[in-house]
């Protein structure tokens, strides 16, 4: 009797042991300041500012949501713009602040003729000297190149990528302006770009 009693809480201990392995295994990082996953984030909003007009409008893209909020942009004119990241009511931006040289935001414009330049805070520039791109100044050339086409923004957050370079590269009617290799994705939105 003492045997199957000592047996059945070996067991039991190890089932226990297991269970408990595997739900820290999800965790990807050890580092709770750069403990920012996807499923915690609930908003990426950007605060577009008229350099001309000094008029700013913030578009909210909500994660998970089946619409995209429509980015009003005038051929022409130059834009100040800012990413603001939250879970709920609280800002998570200071999160990526904390862990700088783990994110880097890579911009994809398929469908406009956008010249981004990079303008982040010191806070915002990695290790690398690459800028993560939480502030940045577009030059709106054409807005919507193709208008049989929509036009966008995808814009992605991603994780831990193993290098980053703020270079640009042709993309569809469009240009990417980020580049990365490995990592995760940490947040997508999508805008409509409208003129």
């Given at each position: 009797m003492k045997n199957i009693f000592k047996n059945t809480t070996l067991?039991?201990?190890l089932l226990f042991l297991s269970a408990s392995l595997s739900l820290t295994s999800c965790n990807r990082s050890d580092d709770e300041a750069d403990d920012?996953?996807?499923?915690?984030l609930s908003d990426v909003l950007l605060k577009?500012?008229?350099?001309?007009?000094?008029?700013s409008v913030v578009y909210d893209y909500q994660v998970n949501s089946t619409t995209n909020p429509n980015v009003k942009l005038v051929d022409g004119h130059t834009y100040n713009v800012e990413v603001m990241f939250k879970n709920g009511?609280?800002?998570?931006?200071?999160?990526?602040?904390?862990?700088?040289?783990?994110?880097?935001?890579?911009?994809?414009?398929p469908?406009?003729?956008?010249?981004?330049?990079?303008?982040?805070?010191?806070?915002?520039?990695?290790g690398d000297g690459n800028h993560v791109g939480i502030k940045t100044k577009w030059v709106v050339n054409t807005a919507i190149k193709n208008t049989s086409a929509p036009a966008q923004?995808?814009?992605t957050l991603y994780h831990e990528p193993v290098t980053v370079s703020e270079a640009s590269s042709a993309s569809g009617n469009?240009?990417?302006y980020g580049t990365h290799t490995?990592?995760?994705?940490?947040?997508?939105?999508?805008?409509?770009?409208?003129?």
């Open positions: 067991i039991a201990g920012l996953p996807q499923e915690e577009v500012t008229d350099a001309s007009t000094g008029t009511d609280e800002d998570a931006t200071q999160e990526i602040k904390d862990a700088v040289d783990e994110h880097f935001l890579v911009y994809n414009f469908n406009s003729d956008i010249t981004l330049t990079r303008t982040d805070d010191p806070g915002f520039v990695r923004l995808v814009l469009g240009v990417v490995g990592g995760e994705t940490d947040a997508q939105a999508n805008y409509n770009i409208i003129n």
